[in-house]
């Protein structure tokens, strides 16, 4: 089977916009697989590590997977990759704003998913 017949058959799931005071948006995906949620949880309450650096891996573990695109100043940046290198560059502030974003946006869609 093709690549193109693949995707044809995907749903796509519904996103949510998220605003900070500047303007700036954070695009969420409103769905996440049985597989995703398992692998969050054990990234959240890795033993192996401390509970301080498990938790920093579980909040990117979520952006990961559920930021889809990021606009900041007019300038989107999307793709996992490209996401995912702003995102570790992100300024004090700008990661404490998304770390509540993430856990409004747990508490909304996936209220059975604890947030970090």
Do not use: C
């Amino acid at each position: 089977m093709g690549r193109r017949n693949r995707a044809a058959g995907r749903i796509s799931a519904d996103t949510t916009d998220y605003r900070d005071a500047d303007g700036n948006v954070l695009t969420l995906r409103g769905s996440m697989s049985a597989l995703t949620r398992r692998k969050y949880a054990s990234t959240l309450h890795d033993q192996r590590v401390s509970t301080d650096d498990s938790w920093h891996r579980a909040v990117e573990f979520l952006f990961e997977r559920l930021v889809e695109r990021w606009t900041i100043y007019d300038v989107p940046t999307e793709g996992q990759k490209e996401l995912l290198m702003r995102y570790r560059i992100a300024t004090p502030d700008e990661r404490r704003w998304i770390r509540d974003v993430l856990r409004g946006h747990l508490a909304a869609h996936f209220p059975d998913v604890e947030a970090p």
